[in-house]
């Protein structure tokens, strides 16, 4: 059994988990507010507003998911090169 003392880490909330937690949050947030998007106008490209609504979410989410992967990934990389010293 090794002698050296236990390390525990905190959880910490920084601006940076933060913008995470909303990049990751805003799709779920959307389509559960069905309220908001259960139309048929206005009509792009003859395709009916509730189903246009939600594949551009399927893009969208696309995109905040990548932004909060490289962001964890930037923030862990600060954390470790931090710690490190």
Do not use: H
Not at 30 to 52: C, E, H, N, Q, R
Not at 57 to 85: H, P
């Amino acid at each position: 059994m090794s002698d050296a003392p236990e390390v525990r880490r905190e959880p910490v909330v920084t601006p940076v988990r933060v913008v995470i937690a909303l990049c990751l949050v805003a799709p779920f947030v959307a389509m559960l507010w069905v309220g908001s998007y259960a139309k048929t106008d206005p009509v792009f490209i003859g395709i009916p507003f509730f189903y246009w609504y939600q594949m551009a979410w399927v893009l969208i989410s696309t995109v905040l998911t990548m932004i909060a992967y490289k962001l964890w990934q930037r923030d862990q990389r600060a954390r470790r090169d931090g710690a490190g010293r």
